[in-house]
């Protein structure tokens, strides 16, 4: 099964873009997954090509016309995901993404100026999804993102098939730190404990890691991941918010 992912934007031009290169651009090369791209504006139905209207009740900027919007979805709608890419959506998450990959692709439409006529979202089956708390200006951006994070899931995509298993976000708790040549930097020397050759003591000081940098950068995540109490690569106890 080949991951088809369909882009609903007003910029066709801006696709592949950065999924035309490095491992999503082999991947699409190799027919891993494969891309189409409407133009909203294909389906405006005056002789202006008009897609917004200004907002009802007023207020600035303008809004992109449920009408429109429909009949673009209706063209390529086949059973897939749809998903609007939109501040207003739900988070992005990890869980969210190996289910995006793990189906037959998804059907994603882009926003622009205000947003979208909120009809849209009662007339068709559309998931509304943020990529973070921030306003871009238009989806085509996040668009990409998404399909990056689904893309690279996919099989034989990363070299090895394990790449993805020790990431942040799979556990639940962001990713231990890294480190490679040379063994000294700048009067900072890789932590001895990885140069040991003594698996089990890496795997402990990776798991406390990830945990500590869980709850110092990101107390969200280690709030809704409750770990239980362990040892810190320092020795010091590190302890659920609870206790």
């Known amino acids: 099964m080949t991951f088809r992912a369909s882009i609903l934007t007003l910029y066709p031009d801006m696709f592949p873009g950065p999924l035309g290169h490095s491992l999503a651009g082999r991947a699409l090369e190799d027919g891993k997954w494969s891309l189409d ?20 009740g007023g207020g600035a900027g303008m809004v992109l016309r449920c009408d429109v919007l429909a009949a673009a979805l209706d063209s390529v709608a086949d059973g897939r995901p749809m998903l609007a890419m939109t501040p207003r959506g739900r988070p992005l998450t990890q869980a969210k993404v190996r289910d995006l990959a793990a189906g037959e692709g ?30 871009l200006s238009g989806g085509e951006v996040a668009a990409m993102v998404t399909l990056d994070a689904c893309i690279r899931l996919q099989g034989g995509v990363m070299g090895a098939a394990s790449s993805g298993e020790d990431e942040s976000f799979e556990t639940g708790l962001l990713e231990y730190p890294h480190y490679t040549r040379p063994q000294e930097w700048e009067g900072r020397t890789i932590p001895e404990v990885l140069r040991s050759g003594d698996h089990a003591k890496i795997a402990a000081w990776r798991k406390a890691r990830a945990i500590e940098d869980t709850r110092s950068r990101r107390p969200d995540l280690w709030e809704a991941h409750g770990e239980p109490p362990v040892q810190s690569p320092s020795g010091a106890r590190l302890k659920n918010e609870e206790n």
């Open 37 to 56: 791209v409407t133009n909203i504006r294909d389906f405006a139905a005056d002789k202006h090509k008009t897609v917004d209207d200004t907002p009802a």
């Open 106 to 135: 998804a059907i994603i439409l882009c926003g622009r100026f205000e947003g979208f006529d909120e009809r849209i979202f009662e007339a068709r089956p559309i998931e509304p999804v943020s990529i973070g708390d921030y306003v």
